[in-house]
């Protein structure tokens, strides 16, 4: 489908991901409706052309009356931390904001949704790992809650005549990125530029994908997939290890610290060590990175020096 002259709801569009999501689509002439309740996002993120609603998605009357005009739901909207202490809190919210969206969806008769998976949902599996790879073993309750919103939209588009876009992501990185390895790094060498400690054993080895790649594939693979479930790996062909990205990141501020490590495989409990996503079949629908894995993560480490 082509997204112009088309109205866009984007649950999570006072985010990191979801408001360069707006930014892009009001810059191609789409018009947008942002709902966030601002727990994870930040309003100010969010420009005056586009129309915001403060909502907590997990109360069902939430999108009452606001999806009437709506052609596409991109949801994106979720609790991230992959290592909090309520574990079963969070599945539940994040389900039950999936779930109240495919009810208020069904309600208004929209029937396209953009959904934001993860990589978590696929555990701790063989590199690079293809969309078919099984049995998925998610070993953290934020993967669980990916794995088990999946099912629900897969639900919905094989017996409701829903169509759905499916992106389970590397790890996406760029300007207004918190709360992840680069600005954890940044703003620890920026406090002692002698010193830099780092969780886990530094060996820990994943895809990183530049924010601005990650729109233009979710875009594309919008305009180009049209079966009624849609799910595609979104990442890179190659990978960076934290240890890479601490050097990077000292490069960029000029420094060379002392590194200590926290020790063990995991830099926090649920934490996939490994992950590479097989992209062949975003490849296949036309769409490559224009930036490897290190390139992302030493632009998104200038971007955000800049911010902070």
Request: charge should be negative.
């Amino acid at each position: 489908m082509s997204l112009s002259s088309q109205a866009v709801l984007v649950t999570g569009g006072a985010g990191f991901i979801g408001s360069h999501l707006t930014d892009r689509l009001l810059a191609d002439g789409v018009t947008v409706t942002v709902v966030d309740d601002c727990s994870n996002g930040d309003r100010r993120r969010v420009p005056d052309a586009a129309d915001f609603l403060e909502a907590d998605l997990t109360d069902p009357d939430a999108l009452d009356g606001h999806l009437d005009d709506i052609d596409l739901v991109v949801h994106l909207a979720a609790s991230k931390h992959v290592d909090t202490d309520r574990p079963h809190a969070q599945f539940d919210a994040n389900t039950r904001m999936t779930r109240n969206i495919l009810e208020a969806m069904a309600d208004a008769g929209v029937t396209e949704i953009a959904y934001t998976s993860s990589s978590t949902v696929y555990g701790e599996a063989p590199r690079p790992t293809p969309e078919d790879y099984a049995p998925l073993e998610p070993i953290s309750a934020y993967g669980a809650s990916k794995l088990a919103d999946e099912g629900l939209l897969s639900a919905r588009a094989h017996s409701h005549d829903l169509t759905v876009w499916n992106f389970r992501f590397a790890n996406v990185v760029g300007p207004r990125l918190r709360g992840a390895v680069i600005p954890d790094f940044i703003e620890k060498l920026q406090d002692d530029p002698e010193h830099l400690t780092i969780l886990g054993d530094g060996r820990q080895e994943k895809s990183y994908l530049h924010v601005e790649d990650c729109l233009d594939a979710i875009l594309h693979t919008i305009e180009h997939a049209d079966d009624a479930m849609n799910t595609y790996n979104l990442g890179t062909r190659t990978t960076t290890s934290v240890d890479r990205i601490a050097t990077i990141v000292a490069e960029e501020l000029g420094v060379d610290p002392d590194r200590e490590y926290t020790g063990g495989e995991r830099g926090w409990t649920g934490d996939v060590p490994k992950m590479r996503l097989s992209i062949e079949k975003l490849s296949a629908l036309g769409w490559e990175p224009r930036r490897s894995s290190d390139e992302a993560v030493r632009r998104a480490t200038r971007e955000i020096i800049d911010e902070l």
